[in-house]
Structure formats: C-alpha cells, structure tokens
C-alpha cells in the first residue's frame, strides 16, 4: 500500500496504477480521516477515475495484488480495522467464484457461537408438561 496518501486527480492515478490491475484502496478526507475502503477485481485505475469525479474523496492509498482472493483479504482487514471511520456499511463481498471467508469475521463468529452456547448452559429452562 502506498505509505503516505496521494492527493485523488485523474492525472496522479493514470501516473501511478497501471491499467487493469487488481488492488485495494482507502478514500480520506481532506483532514485524513478515511471515508472509503475500497476493492477492484479488474482495474483499481478504473475504479480510482469513477472516484475522481465523485468528489467525495480528497486522498487515496492503494495497493495491486495478484488475485482477486488477495485483494478481498486485505479489503477485509481494512474494513475491520477502519470501519466505523470508513462509511462503508456492508461488508466487502466475496470475489466472484471464490468461497473464502472472511479470516477477521471468523473469530468474532466463533466467539458470539460460544457465548450463545455457555449462556444456554447455564439458563435453566421451565419445565415442560404434557397436557
């Protein structure tokens, strides 16, 4: 990922990503909060130039990965780490074709599973009666 974020103009992203290439990016704000995570699956350039002309971003950070189910890892770790900073509000989806989970919803699934199961342990149920 780029280290410092770049200020979001058609001419910086034509200069710096190559077309038609995989990656992941953040959107900030003029004071550098992050607004948006961000994926590409086909051309994060293209994507970044559809941002351009939004106008809801000032900065951006990016990053090229070889596979679709790369990108999705990092996006994921990007939204769990920035949200709810970012405004995104739906988790990213899976690439098209690809049955990965997501490794950062996992544990929180695991844990909110056995909470469920040691609360329903230790609840004492009514009795029950036949009429």
């Not at 770790?77 to 989970?101: C, V, Y």
Request: proline content about 10%.
């Amino acid at each position: 990922m780029t280290p410092i974020p770049v200020r979001l103009s058609p001419s910086l992203v034509r200069t710096l990503i190559p077309p038609q290439r995989i990656g992941t990016y953040v959107l900030y704000s003029e004071d550098g909060h992050p607004t948006y995570v961000g994926r590409s699956d086909t051309d994060i350039r293209r994507r970044l130039l559809r941002h351009c002309s939004d106008r809801r971003a000032d900065y951006f950070t990016y990053d090229v990965h070889h596979s679709a189910a790369s990108a999705y890892m990092v996006e994921c770790a990007l939204f769990h780490l920035l949200t709810p900073d970012a405004s995104n509000r739906i988790h990213p989806a899976r690439p098209e074709g690809h049955p990965i989970p997501c490794t950062f919803c996992l544990p929180q699934q695991q844990a909110a599973r056995r909470d469920r199961v040691y609360a329903a342990q230790e609840h004492v149920w009514p009795a029950t009666t036949k009429d």
